[in-house]
């Protein structure tokens, strides 16, 4: 059951709108270790469509996109990406047609053919929200508890990226950044071909979550190794 409060615009927007651009990644260019994330996470829920988005102060920006080209920023009341970081758990609509959100204009979804959305909040260490990482159906659907705790996992392993790459760039050290994108890829695409293969074989959405727990398990080891960069550079101080 969703928990959203009365308000799109949260008591704390002005600190978590500060968090958001202390990371500089608002309205930089795509960066494929995020593109694999998104086509993980599609992949993963056998959906078309997976965003990485933003929620800055009036509009969100997507990071990275998955089945929607050309996706512009939209404004903060248009997009269900602004409830999602206004809760803890993950922001699930099992079909847009019958439960819209309250705090978003719902006629923008519908007039995609939006039917399912599930977004995890991007959480950061001072305990801002800053974006989400969301799967979307054109068709309604039913979410298993172990998917919301896989898209948590995936969300929480790309707010831990976006630290690692604000770690690295902030010490100018972009060249370090590259090597560990391309270290992480790799990882990730070899997931993604692994998810593929579990979701193709899999009748219904709880065979498909019992089966990803395969990859869950290849994710907390991804974790480990983003977790240990981050603590290499924590002894270097950041310029």
Not at 126 to 133: A, R, T, V
């Amino acid at each position: 059951m969703n928990m959203l409060p009365e308000s799109l615009i949260p008591t704390n927007d002005a600190g978590r709108v500060r968090s958001l651009h202390h990371y500089q990644i608002l309205n930089t260019t795509p960066e494929p270790i995020f593109d694999e994330y998104v086509a993980l996470a599609a992949q993963m829920f056998n959906l078309p469509i997976s965003l990485i988005s933003l929620v800055d102060e009036h509009e969100v920006f997507f990071k990275a996109n998955e089945g929607l080209p050309g996706l512009e920023p939209v404004p903060r009341p248009d997009s269900l990406c602004s409830a999602a970081i206004l809760q803890s758990k993950v922001l699930t609509f099992t079909d847009l047609n019958t439960e819209a959100c309250s705090l978003v204009n719902p006629y923008v979804a519908q007039s995609a053919g939006l039917r399912f959305y599930a977004g995890a909040a991007l959480h950061m260490p001072d305990g801002s929200n800053i974006g989400s990482l969301c799967v979307i159906g054109r068709e309604p659907r039913p979410i298993e508890p172990q998917e919301e705790e896989m898209l948590s996992m995936l969300a929480e392993l790309v707010s831990l990226t976006i630290e690692l790459r604000y770690a690295y760039l902030s010490r100018d050290r972009a060249y370090e950044w590259q090597a560990a994108q391309r270290e992480l890829e790799e990882i990730l695409h070899d997931h993604t071909a692994l998810a593929r293969y579990l979701t193709t074989r899999a009748i219904t959405p709880a065979a498909t979550a019992r089966d990803l727990n395969t990859v869950a398990r290849r994710l907390a080891e991804l974790r480990e190794i983003i977790t240990g960069h981050l603590a290499e550079l924590a002894e270097t101080p950041a310029q």
